[in-house]
């Protein structure tokens, strides 16, 4: 389990929502090491875990409620992003949001580390560097959805004392895969590193980071990150992309990739 030095806080025992999912897959096994770790999915996860998962849908409140039993911080990786329907990414996105929040307030809960998404700013065009500071403008109902998450967890830290660590992530895979990622990739080991950090930092209150690694082109700032210990080891510098990955198109105009040109089928 952590050991703690005078910049460190007790983790306590940890819920990890949407460990069954890809970054989940990566995480969960170095996490397990570090902390008193439970993992929750909807879905069983595709390989056997050495860690047990409680199988749970986040748009349950009840559900959710009894998840939260004795948990003092939540890694919440849970959530759709891909671009569908508004009416089918509320449930894993809004409902299963606000369910968490309400949840973790009932529950005692002191920190929630949140995997939110860099398209919040994906409307900035490429041209343009980013920092947390700016507005966001988002580039689909997806994105939408995780603005409203950074509401959520901001409101939940003024009136209710949750630290939230939102991690506007970039494009976490084992390597990048088009063009555009050479800018936006976040290597899984910098991303669990990350997490690692936004688990221990003692006093964050609630803090936005966006989560990519140190790329040549990058498009948004390491500040944050940096202040909660964190410094990126990865980078795609010198990177051959395969030619037949260079030439994917990869929509280069704004931050948000293909996502800017992307119209759900049912979009109300
Ligand atoms: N992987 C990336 O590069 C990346 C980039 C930006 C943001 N993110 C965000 O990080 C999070 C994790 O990403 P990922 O790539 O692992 O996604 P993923 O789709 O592979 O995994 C998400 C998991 O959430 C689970 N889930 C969905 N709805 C649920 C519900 N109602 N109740 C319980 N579990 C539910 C799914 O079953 C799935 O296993 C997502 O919220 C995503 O938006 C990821």
């Known amino acids: 389990m952590t050991s703690l030095d005078s910049t460190h806080r007790d983790v306590g025992k940890v819920l990890m929502t949407g460990a069954s999912g890809r970054l989940g897959q990566m995480m969960h096994s170095r996490l397990s090491e570090m902390f008193d770790l439970t993992l929750t999915d909807v879905i069983p996860p595709p390989d056997l875990y050495h860690v047990p998962i409680e199988i749970a849908d986040l748009a349950d409140a009840d559900a959710v409620d009894a998840l939260m039993a004795g948990v003092d911080t939540v890694v919440h990786l849970a959530g759709t992003s891909k671009e569908m329907s508004f009416a089918a990414t509320k449930r894993a996105n809004i409902d299963a949001v606000i369910n968490l929040y309400e949840s973790a307030r009932r529950a005692g809960v002191k920190r929630v580390v949140f995997a939110g998404s860099h398209h919040v700013v994906g409307y900035y065009s490429t041209d343009e560097f980013v920092e947390v500071k700016d507005p966001v403008r988002p ?34 895979t084992e390597a990048p895969t088009d063009a555009r990622m050479l800018r936006t990739w976040i290597s899984p080991r910098d991303m669990t590193n990350l997490v690692i950090r936004s688990l221990l930092s003692a006093d964050v209150s609630y803090k936005t980071v966006f989560a990519v ?56």
């Open 213 to 268: 690694s140190d790329n040549p082109g990058r498009l948004w700032a390491l500040e944050d990150g940096r202040s909660l210990g964190w410094t990126p080891l990865d980078s795609t510098q010198g990177f051959d992309l395969s030619s037949e990955a260079a030439e994917r198109p990869h929509y280069d105009e704004y931050h948000g990739g293909v996502f800017t040109t992307q119209v759900p089928p049912d979009s109300v």
């Open 139 to 172: 580039d689909s109902f997806y994105a939408v959805t995780k603005c409203f998450a950074e509401a959520m967890a901001s409101l939940y830290f003024d009136k209710f004392g949750i630290e939230t660590v939102m991690l506007r992530i970039g494009s976490c």
